[in-house]
């Protein structure tokens, strides 16, 4: 629960950590997330590692928490078009200030091995955050990069994309939840 680091040395490569990722029902999952205060040296090393683990686990957005770190902060890559337009950003401490529009999304979550559900999001946003130096900065997102933000947005405030839908489609993919971690070797 509190994203102890493990070591991956590659073959004269620089060392990386990965962050040890939270699978459902991790507490750190349920819970709001505080505010990041301090803008230093340790938060560019773990934005780092919260990307590099989103990398290795083939994510397209990570939110802290999904690392055991009860703090506001995201990373995303959404490629738009192709591997050439992969583009990582980091936002802290985001806030939605505006949005239009609805649109059904097919989304997964790393933190709930194969399962996927349709979710009803916002279809463009207009986020308000601040960078890895603390300065605040405002972003408009549509599409498939909207929706990322939406849904990591969700895991700081401790709810998940399972929450969107019906207390029945909930426990029927939590079931396939307890078999796919099952699966992957993982104690719940
Ligand atoms: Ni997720």
């Not at 990591?152 to 405030?157: A, I, K, M, S, T």
Request: one cysteine or more; charged letters at 25%.
């Amino acid at each position: 629960m509190d994203g102890r680091a493990s070591e991956v040395v590659g073959q004269g490569e620089p060392t990386m950590s990965l962050l040890e990722l939270q699978y459902w029902p991790a507490e750190v999952l349920r819970i709001v997330a505080s505010p990041v205060t301090e803008f230093d040296a340790a938060l560019q090393t773990t934005l780092e590692d919260m990307a590099e683990t989103m990398y290795v686990e083939r994510g397209i957005g990570l939110a802290a928490p999904q690392v055991g770190i009860s703090k506001r902060m995201i990373v995303i890559d959404t490629p738009i078009a192709d591997e050439e337009s992969s583009q990582l950003e980091a936002l802290i401490n985001p806030e939605i200030i505006e949005s239009s529009g609805e649109l059904i999304w097919e989304e997964g979550c790393l933190s709930f091995p194969g399962l996927t559900v349709d979710i009803t999001r916002k279809e463009t946003i207009r986020v308000r955050f601040q960078d890895h130096k603390g300065a605040w900065h405002e972003m408009d997102a549509a599409g498939l990069k909207a929706v990322c933000i939406q849904h990591e947005l969700d895991h700081l405030n401790g709810i998940n994309f399972i929450d969107h839908v019906s207390p029945l489609k909930r426990k029927l993919l939590l079931r396939e939840l307890k078999k796919n971690l099952t699966e992957l070797g993982v104690e719940t």
